[in-house]
């Protein structure tokens, strides 16, 4: 049964993200989000820990102090934030490179799905924005990325999603 259930949430994840990848002028991409929680190796992590309020990938890492589907996950997928840390030969650490303006798009499409379908009928378009803050001091992100997401994700909060949208779509780089 939870297998089920989480192969509905995902699904619905995905299909939100798709329609939110329309709205923000990324609608091709968005056909291809996320295709990795299909797989075995994230599927059955994603299954055996559903609770159907939070990511499966949050238990697997309170339990085992690291998630397999996700390192899984954002060495696949691009509109993660942590699939951007490369190792900079000048300073001989990782550290956060600048993500494609086509990828933070999709971030920021993801996020406001994942709010929609975590939060149910409780979502707001204040949801994104607080996930997001509350990470903010924790999250190693490229400062110019993490600007812009939290530009629109506060656009969002503040003018609603057809105003914001349209921002997006009309953002070419940055």
């Keep these: ?34 295709l990795s929680k299909y797989s075995i190796t ?3 992590s994603g299954a055996k820990y559903y609770q159907g309020t939070r990511s499966p990938n949050e238990v697997e890492r309170e339990l085992f102090g690291y998630s397999s589907a996700w390192l899984h996950h954002k060495g696949r997928n691009r509109h993660h934030f942590e699939h951007w840390i490369d190792f900079n030969p000048k300073v001989r650490r990782d550290e956060p490179v600048k993500m494609p303006i086509k990828y933070v798009k999709e971030m920021f499409c ?13 979502y707001t378009d204040n949801h994104p924005i607080e996930y997001f803050m ?9 400062p ?12 969002l909060s503040e003018k609603g999603e057809e105003e914001t949208f349209k921002l997006i779509r009309n953002t070419k780089e940055y």
């Design 1 to 34: 049964m939870k297998a089920i259930k989480h192969f509905i949430t995902i699904t619905k994840h995905r299909h939100a993200v798709i329609k939110h990848g329309y709205k923000a002028g990324i609608f091709f991409q968005s056909l291809f989000h996320d």
């Design 42 to 44: 994230e599927f059955r």
């Design 110 to 122: 993801d996020r406001v799905a994942a709010s929609k379908i975590y939060q149910g009928k409780n």
């Design 134 to 142: 509350g990470g903010k001091d924790f999250r190693v992100i490229h």
């Design 144 to 155: 110019e990325t993490s600007d812009l997401i939290e530009l629109w994700l506060r656009t």
